[in-house]
C-alpha cells in the first residue's frame, strides 16, 4: 500500500524566510503532485512532476523530485502572508490511477 | 471552458436520510474520481469512473456508498442512510489525458 509523509505537518514562518517542506512517499512513482489549499476552498494545482530530478518555480514556490530517494521537496523563498494555506503533496502509482495524499502542511507566514 | 462544477457545495441531512452529491467535470473530460476530506485531513480517494464504468471502487465503503457516471449528465455519488460520521467535503476531480486532476469546489456534507 503506497503511503505519503509530509514535514512538518505544522510550520509557522516569518515573513521574509526560506523553509522547506518534505514529502515522502513509499513505493516506486515518478509521478508526484503539489497543491495548495485555502481554508474551506478547493485544492489548487501547483506543480505536476513527472520524472526524476524535475524540478518546477513558479514565484517564492519551487518543487523538485528524487524518484530513488522517493522524496520530493517544496521550497519557499522569502514567504510572504499570502502563501499561508494548507499545501498537499500526492503520489500516484500510474497514469490514470488514483492520487495518495500526504497528511498536509498547513503554513503559516507571520508578518 | 468552465471548471469542475459540483453541486450542491453545501448539503444538511439528516441522520438515516439519502444524500445526493453530483459532479460535472470538464467539457471533454471522461475520467472522474471522488475524493473524500474528513475536518483536518487530507484527501483520500473513494472511487474512480469512467463514462458508464466503475474503474476502481476499492476505496468505497461496502455499504451505503455508491456512484456512477452515466453516458449522459453528471456523475453522483449517492450515500444512503447518512451517520454523522460521513460528515466532511466530498471532492471530485477529472481529467482527460489521466495526468492531472482538477478538482471540483467540493460538496461539504453536515449529517445532523
Known amino acids: 500500500e503506497l503511503k505519503v509523509e509530509q514535514n512538518p505537518l505544522f510550520l509557522s514562518m516569518q515573513e521574509g524566510k526560506n523553509y522547506t517542506i518534505y514529502c515522502n512517499y513509499s513505493t516506486t512513482s515518478d509521478r508526484l503532485y503539489w497543491y495548495r489549499q485555502d481554508p474551506g476552498k478547493s485544492l489548487e494545482s501547483l506543480f505536476v512532476l513527472l520524472s526524476n530530478g524535475a524540478v518546477k518555480q513558479e514565484g517564492r514556490l519551487m518543487a523538485s523530485l528524487d524518484t530513488k530517494a522517493r522524496l520530493s521537496t517544496l521550497h519557499i523563498t522569502a514567504a510572504v502572508h499570502d502563501l499561508s494555506a494548507t499545501y498537499f503533496c500526492?503520489?500516484?502509482?500510474?497514469?490514470?490511477?488514483?492520487?495518495?495524499f500526504g497528511e498536509g502542511t498547513q503554513l503559516t507566514v507571520n508578518p | 471552458n468552465a471548471g469542475v462544477m459540483q453541486n450542491p457545495r453545501h448539503l444538511v441531512r439528516r441522520r438515516g436520510q439519502e444524500a445526493r452529491l453530483r459532479c460535472s467535470p470538464m467539457?471533454?473530460?471522461?475520467?472522474v474520481y471522488w475524493y473524500r476530506q474528513l475536518p483536518e485531513e487530507g484527501l483520500k480517494f473513494m472511487v474512480y469512473?469512467?463514462?458508464?464504468?466503475?474503474?476502481?471502487e476499492s476505496g468505497m465503503p461496502k455499504e451505503r456508498f455508491s456512484a456512477e457516471f452515466p453516458k449522459e449528465g453528471p456523475s453522483i455519488l449517492r450515500i444512503q442512510q447518512v451517520v454523522r460520521g460521513d460528515s466532511a467535503a466530498y471532492f471530485c476531480a477529472s481529467t482527460s489525458d489521466r495526468v492531472e486532476q482538477y478538482f471540483g469546489p467540493g460538496t461539504r456534507l453536515t449529517v445532523t
Open positions: 467539457k471533454g473530460h471522461s475520467h
Open positions: 500526492a503520489v500516484d502509482m500510474a497514469s490514470g490511477s488514483r492520487l495518495t
Open positions: 469512473l469512467q463514462k458508464e464504468n466503475i474503474i476502481d
